[in-house]
């Protein structure tokens, strides 16, 4: 305190957790609890049991995924199956019991539920439901199990001689076919995404939120995502630079 900064607040926690949403949740032995940017406890310890969604503190390599759900338990009911979002509501659902939180970086809750009383397809599988909650409390059903959901674009696949990869909004409108062998999530209105060339070498490129190919197949080395307009892409051949940063035109 007073070396990095005069309004440091000292907290008797053993662990602290990110902030999402503006709230962070601090652990003390067995207990926890969730505290504002100020440091302020918004629920005291021992008035919920919190679970960190981060399971084992384990970081991607290039980012710390946001979002702003938090996984509880209430005191004598069991497991950590309750929900709320940074403003302590409660985000209920009709069907709980199978509802999980995408630990991929989705700001989502993701329940299904399989519908018995419609036919069965080809395979002789009935049809599944899936509900994908926002941490407002908006609820999607859509009948695709969507992935790498950023905003309202998710990643849906396809086998077809194998398994193909496209994108498709939380709505149900499809912002491509199933195309692509990588399908990367959303950043910053960009996605990677990678086709096998004639010689089964994945060549990658990115498209953009209409959907379109907006940097050709012209990278043989997976680039970065993008963040504050800019991506990091690295040659095959390093004779003549490491790596370099391109713009949303691929320049």
């Known amino acids: 305190g007073g070396k990095i900064s005069a309004q440091v607040v000292y907290l008797d926690s053993d662990r602290m957790g990110h902030f999402k949403g503006g709230k962070a949740i601090v652990h003390k032995g067995t207990a926890s609890a969730m505290i504002n940017e100020k440091g302020q406890f918004v629920f005291p310890y021992t008035t919920f049991w919190f679970y960190e969604t981060d399971k084992n503190y384990v970081f991607g390599e ?9 996984q509880y338990s209430k005191e004598g009911q069991g497991g950590f199956d ?7 509501k409660e985000l209920t659902t009709t069907i ?22 419609h036919p069965r397809d080809a395979l002789g599988k009935y049809p599944v439901e ?15 199990s969507l992935g790498n959901i950023r905003g309202d674009i998710g990643t849906y696949e396809r086998y077809n001689n194998g398994w193909k990869k496209g994108y498709m909004r939380l709505s149900g409108e499809k912002l491509t076919e199933a195309i692509f062998d990588i399908a990367e999530p959303f950043s910053d209105g960009m996605a990677v995404v990678g ?13 953009n939120e209409k959907g379109a190919l907006a940097i050709p197949f012209m990278f043989s080395i997976k680039p ?13 051949d390093k004779g003549d630079f490491e790596y370099a940063f391109i713009n949303s035109k691929g320049e």
Request: charged letters at 25%; a positive charge; one cysteine or more.
């Open 195 to 207: 086709q096998k060339d004639p010689y089964g070498m994945i060549k990658y490129g990115y498209i």
């Open 96 to 117: 709980a019991r199978d509802v999980t939180l995408d630990l991929r970086g989705a700001n989502l809750l993701v329940g299904s539920k399989t519908l018995y009383d």
């Open 82 to 88: 309750f929900f709320m979002n940074a403003e302590g």
């Open 224 to 236: 970065s995502r993008f963040s504050a307009g800019l991506a990091k892409v690295k040659p095959k």
């Open 62 to 70: 290039e980012e710390v995924f946001i979002n702003c759900i938090f």
């Open 130 to 144: 899936f509900n994908y909650i926002t941490h407002t409390g908006k609820t999607f059903i859509v009948g695709e």
